[in-house]
C-alpha cells in the first residue's frame, strides 16, 4: 500500500472510530462487561497508543536508526500485519501496562477531539517520509516486535477498526441480555 492509500485509510479508520464513538448513548459510552474495557476506556487506549507513535515518528531519521536500528526485509502487507496481530492476541498476547487507560473521568468529546488531533499529527508526519524510509525506519510494538514504520502505520490504521468492533460486539451482547 503507498503512502496516500495508506493516510487515506488512517484517517478514515480514526474518523469512523470517532464519529461511532460520539454516536453513543452514556449508558454505551459507560457500558464495560466483566474483565471489558468500557468504550470509553477503549478511546483512550487508541489515545495512548498513539502519543509514542507521534513523538517517534517526530524524531530525527539519524536519532530512530540510533536508537531502534533499521529494517532490512521487504514490508509485511496490510493483511499480513492485521494477521500477525490476531495471532498475538490468540496466544493471549494483551496491551502492557503504560497502554492501559485511567479510570479519570474527561468528557467524550475532548477525549475525541484529542484523537482526531492525534492522528493528524501522526498523518502529517507519515506524509514527511519518503516510500523507502517507510519501509526501512524500524520502531518496536510491544506485542509485534520490529515493525517498519509502514508496518507500524498498518498496524496503527487496523487498531482503530479491531477497538470498535470489539465495542460493537460487547454492546451488541449487552443488549441481547437486556432486551
Known sequence: MKKNELLALLYRNYTEFCKYIA?????????AA?????????????????????????LETNAIQEKFGSVSEPPRSYEEIKALYFEKL???GKAPDRF????????????????????????????????AALDSLCVPHPLLGNLSFREMSYNAIYHAEHHQQLIVEMLKKSNATHN
Open 23 to 31: 454516536s453513543l448513548s452514556e449508558r454505551d459510552y459507560e457500558f
Open 34 to 58: 466483566p474483565e471489558k474495557w468500557s468504550a470509553e476506556l477503549q478511546l483512550k487506549h487508541l489515545i495512548i497508543s498513539i502519543k509514542p507513535l507521534v513523538y517517534i515518528f517526530n
Open 100 to 131: 492501559a487507560p485511567d479510570h479519570q473521568v474527561i468528557p467524550k468529546d475532548k477525549l475525541l477531539d484529542e484523537l482526531q488531533h492525534l492522528v493528524q499529527q501522526l498523518g502529517g508526519l507519515i506524509e514527511n517520509f519518503s516510500e
Open 90 to 92: 490468540k496466544e493471549g
